[in-house]
């Protein structure tokens, strides 16, 4: 069972259930322009995640007379790590490099030092789910949208899984004598997927996830394997610092053209397009950094 959700910022406000199967699509696959093999729909329908935007007519026809609705457009940004990690960091403004050196230092001096430390092996993912388990679920992404590193046999299973065969990266950050930060990143091919990132509330103001990013790329520069680092669905400010290039991609619904279904899309609709609209005033008058923060209390 999935579930199609109304959300307010970092509120999930209303959550709808539907029986969807997921049709995604991976990093390489956008880039080299293929399209995976569509899955066969749920009882109601399938939910498409990340499909490159000019080939979503084509995504369509695979299930013809069904629905299309609450479509999100957005830059799939990802990094070229073809090069080195000195390659990578010049491409940064010489303001930026400072910004990210100085909040290395901040972090460093109000902590007393802190670590980073590296999970690869079964056993290494076993010690990064016990940091990062209790320190997700402190996060707000897992208390407001339910979009923590998930805590179920079978997603433990799909990590361990992945470990055995060295295709899991995972990094914790250590201050005060505990994690205040975790990174997960399972490997696909040549890429390395942008899974799930957190960090302690209370350390927000030192910036712990933008430490441990430049942390974690440069040790994944250093072993020359990926060819690509996927920040996958969705924008956010974060993911355009960090990557080099982008493609276009969206994530939409097609639902069994049932009465309820169509009623469910169209609410949907109508309540993104408030939302959009509320925004751009928001942005007009100044108020949306507050109102974000608000949100996120």
Not at 87 to 110: C, I, P, W
Not at 161 to 190: C, K, N, Q, W
Request: charged share 25%.
């Amino acid at each position: 069972m999935s579930a199609i959700d109304f959300t307010l910022g970092s509120r999930r406000l209303v959550s709808v259930p539907r029986a969807l199967s997921k049709w995604s699509f991976g990093l390489e696959d956008v880039l080299a322009g293929t399209l995976p093999d569509a899955p066969p729909s749920g009882r109601d329908g399938v939910r498409v995640l990340s499909a490159p935007t000019g080939r979503l007519a084509e995504v369509a026809a695979r299930y013809p007379g069904f629905v299309v609705g609450a479509r999100q457009d957005y830059r799939r940004h990802h990094i070229d790590m073809g090069g080195s990690f000195a390659d990578y960091m010049a491409r940064f403004s010489g303001k930026t490099r400072s910004t990210l050196r100085r909040k290395a230092k901040k972090l460093s001096e109000d902590a007393g030092s802190y670590t980073v430390t590296e999970h690869r092996s079964p056993a290494e993912i076993e010690a990064f789910l016990a940091a990062a388990l209790p320190l997700s679920a402190r996060t707000y992404q897992a208390r407001l949208l339910d979009a923590g590193l998930p805590d179920t046999p079978a997603a433990r299973r799909a990590m361990l899984e992945a470990a055995e065969a060295d295709r899991m990266r995972a990094f914790l950050l250590h201050a005060r004598g505990e994690a205040i930060a975790y990174l997960s990143l399972p490997v696909t091919g040549a890429t390395l997927v942008y899974a799930h990132l957190g960090y302690d509330p209370a350390w927000a103001r030192l910036s712990p996830g933008t430490v441990l990013q430049m942390d974690a790329l440069e040790r994944l520069f250093g072993e020359a394997r990926y060819r690509w680092f996927d920040f996958t669905e969705g924008e956010g400010a974060h993911k355009a610092m960090f990557g080099t290039h982008w493609a276009a991609c969206s994530t939409v619904l097609l639902l069994e053209p049932t009465l309820a279904n169509r009623t469910l899309l169209g609410a949907r609709g109508a309540f993104d397009a408030g939302i959009a609209g509320a925004k751009s005033l928001a942005e007009r008058s100044g108020a949306l950094g507050r109102i974000r923060t608000l949100l996120r209390g």
